[in-house]
């Protein structure tokens, strides 16, 4: 097993994984734009759709999710720029509710839907993608993200977790969602500790001082799987609302970048970021300021990462 033996620099590539939008020209072109900008890993994110939050079939196997060959294209696409993978298979729903409500009675209830038929589901979605994860050689796997009702099924995590062990060798992790951190109760199953860091620009340092502990606690490594903020007026305060109105602005989330690293570069436990995001068809630099999504290319916060990750590339993290 690897250790995170140096600042994780890392963006997210590929969301949402629309199939047939991995493995072209296109997505060749924005993922050397990506490596440009100093990043030394990156997290592959892909969806399979269930139905509703209350399905329990999840056909990971079929479209809109990435076909087997198109992920395995972005593994090797990823490795031959010099990154370390993390394999981030991800669960949504085609109604358009948000993940976190995937949920189901506490206790198994005969004829309603079930958390152990999901988890069965589930466990055949996330070990296929620890298959691939493993036999391609990616550092990380990322077992779930942003589950926030399903967290508290700790029974049928660790059961997931040993039997993904069986199967991939790498590191392990969870991305908890903002303000998860200190709810989840299994993080000694994995070998980092990671959320999502959506944090308010002028937040930081308390929910910062309250992971700590979290941290502190597990003694695990510990990584920002997503963080970032839109291009637009107004984000800074909300970043993790995509919809927010407000017209393009790259001095807002130039600003977001600064002081978020800034607050971060202080605790060093934490051990570096997979920024959201970087898209498989990249927009035109040229068309960089009237874009207000997440992704830094061409905008005022590119540069500022490419410096920032250039020197963070070289600190240490904690064991």
């Known amino acids: 097993m690897t250790v995170l033996d140096a600042a ?6 590929g969301w949402t994984g629309v199939r047939g939008t991995w493995a072209t020209p296109a997505a060749a072109s924005s993922m050397r734009a990506m490596a440009e900008h ?65 949920g189901f009675f506490d206790w198994d209830v005969p004829g309603e839907p079930s958390w152990t038929q999901w988890f069965a589901s589930y466990r055949d979605f996330l070990l296929h993608a620890a298959r691939l994860a493993e036999a391609e050689g990616c550092e990380m796997l990322c077992i779930g993200c942003e589950m926030v009702r399903a967290d508290g099924q700790e029974a049928h ?29 299994w993080w000694d199953a994995v070998d980092v500790v990671s959320s999502s860091g959506y944090y308010p620009i002028d ?11 979290v941290v502190e606690h ?21 970043p993790n609302d995509w919809s927010l109105p407000g017209a393009p602005s790259g001095a807002a989330q130039l600003a977001y970048y600064e002081a978020m690293f800034d607050a971060c570069a202080r605790r060093d436990w934490v051990g ?19 874009n207000d999504d997440y992704c830094p290319f061409g905008k005022p916060a590119g540069e500022f990462l490419r410096e920032t990750y250039a020197a963070l590339s070289t600190k240490e993290t904690p064991r």
């Open 8 to 13: 994780v620099c890392g963006m997210t590539w």
């Open 38 to 102: 100093a990043v030394t890993w990156t997290a592959l994110s892909y969806a399979a759709v269930q139905d509703t939050a209350f399905s329990t079939e999840i056909p990971f196997d079929r479209a809109p999710t990435v076909t087997d060959d198109e992920i395995v294209w972005a593994i090797r696409e990823a490795k031959a720029l010099g990154l370390k993978v993390c394999l981030k298979p991800v669960v949504n729903v085609a109604d358009g509710t948000w993940r976190a409500h995937i």
């Open 272 to 290: 570096g970021f997979f920024l959201w995001d970087w898209p498989p068809h990249l927009y035109d630099a040229a068309d960089a300021a009237a």
């Open 218 to 238: 597990a003694q695990r490594p510990f990584v920002f799987l997503e963080a970032g903020c839109p291009s637009r007026e107004g984000s800074p305060a909300r």
């Open 157 to 185: 995590w660790r059961a997931l977790i040993a039997d993904i062990r069986e199967v991939y060798s790498g590191l392990l992790t969870y991305n908890c969602d903002k303000y998860q951190e200190d709810r989840v109760t």
């Open 203 to 213: 937040r930081w340092e308390e929910n910062l001082d309250r992971i700590q502990r």
